[in-house]
């Protein structure tokens, strides 16, 4: 293994039902494959890479998560082409999940920047990238 490559990304989720709906079928899209599964937990994993989300105990729901906070502020993952990011885009779309920054979509990270960026059900920002070109 490359010193240095991300082994696991664990994440802690207020609905798990909720979230395993919505990042299974992106994960799987991105060519990630179901790994692990129990009672308050799913994992997907792509290479030697895996992301984990778990259902949060009741006692640590009362402050929902927010981007702005010390913490996470998103996830990003590689596509595969500008026509891989205008594909899912239009997935997203149709699965009623908000795109952000509609208004500079698809440049909202800069000129040559060629993204998706859009939400998680906890609100946790997530990009979905071109290579540059």
């Known amino acids: 293994m490359t010193k240095g490559f991300i082994h696991h ?4 989720v207020s609905d798990l039902k909720r979230t395993k709906k919505f990042w299974g ?10 790994f ?3 009672d308050k937990g799913q994992s997907w ?5 895996y992301i984990v989300f778990v259902q949060a105990e009741d006692r640590f729901l009362d402050i929902p998560y927010h981007r702005s906070r010390v913490g996470l502020n998103h996830l990003a ?13 239009n997935k997203l779309i149709q699965r009623g999940i908000r795109i952000l920054y509609p208004e500079r979509h698809p440049f909202a990270g800069g000129e040559t920047h060629y993204a998706v960026y859009f939400e998680d059900p906890d609100r946790i920002k997530v990009e979905l990238v071109a290579p540059e070109t």
């Open 9 to 12: 990304i664990e994440i802690y």
């Open 25 to 34: 079928w992106f994960l799987e899209e991105s060519e990630y494959t179901s």
């Open 36 to 38: 692990q599964e129990w």
């Open 45 to 49: 994993k792509i290479d030697d890479t």
């Open 77 to 89: 993952f590689h596509a595969s082409s500008r026509k891989h990011v205008d594909e899912m885009t």
